[in-house]
């Protein structure tokens, strides 16, 4: 039973243009939503985060967007940098506070953004 | 400042043995979870510790278990190894109390042969 999805396992995209990386999930007791970067022998690393209570959040060239109804939620990178290259991951978490070590995670999408 | 460190790097073990990782959380931190990667795949949850203590759990056999030591560093053990149990084991830390996110380690690869 696959919670989190991310329906995409590859994503190309050109320099300078929008990356645009989706998520789904099912379980509505989700609350807490996250991304992560991971680069090959190199461990996930914190890209951006949303609260449930929120629909979207900005960080830079990152933008998180969340629709509840549709229990989707996706990553905008603008503009796409080569070395945005690497599996990006969607997690999310329910119950909140104390439950936030317990993520459950998507199976990641390959983004390669050429120059 | 260190962030998260594991150890070994890389394991080749055979059906039937037992392994033990280790893991030393980032400063600051006082909360260890542990998730392991498939080839392909994202992340699970294993389990979690605090204050010594198994404080979460996921869908793994008993086969499965850990260790918190009072400095906060952590072991995963894992008995009676089985072909399946290939996999990249990630170590990751935060603080308990904090809604704050997850830093994770640079993993583990166990081949079992």
């Known amino acids: 039973d696959q919670q989190v999805k991310q329906n995409s396992p590859s994503l190309s995209v050109q320099e300078g243009r929008i990356s645009i990386l989706n998520c789904d999930y099912t379980?509505?007791?989700?609350?807490?939503f996250l991304w992560y970067k991971k680069y090959p022998a190199e461990g996930p690393t914190f890209l951006i985060s949303?609260?449930?209570?929120?629909d979207k959040n900005e960080d830079g060239r990152f933008t998180v967007f969340l629709n509840k109804s549709a229990k989707h939620l996706s990553l905008h990178i603008v503009p796409s940098q080569p070395g945005d290259s690497a599996v990006y991951f969607c997690a999310a978490s329910a119950g909140g506070g104390t439950s936030y070590g317990k993520l459950t995670f998507g199976q990641g999408t390959i983004l390669t953004v050429h120059p | 400042d260190a962030g998260v460190t594991q150890s070994p790097t890389h394991l080749i073990k055979t059906r039937g043995q037992q392994v033990t990782l280790r893991c030393s959380p980032k400063?600051?931190?006082?909360?260890v979870s542990w998730y392991q990667q498939a080839l392909g795949q994202g992340p699970q949850f294993i389990f979690q510790?605090?204050?010594?203590?198994?404080?979460q759990r996921g869908n793994f056999p008993d086969r499965f278990s850990g260790h918190q030591f009072p400095n906060y560093s952590s072991e995963l053990n894992v008995n009676a190894l089985l072909l399946g149990d290939s996999a990249l084991y990630l170590c990751a830390s935060s603080q308990y109390t904090v809604n704050e996110k997850l830093f994770f380690g640079s993993g583990t690869q166990l081949s079992v042969l």
């Open positions: 949303i609260s449930s209570i929120k």
């Open positions: 379980n509505s007791m989700f609350d807490y």
């Open positions: 510790y605090y204050e010594e203590e198994e404080r």
């Open positions: 400063s600051g931190h006082d909360t």
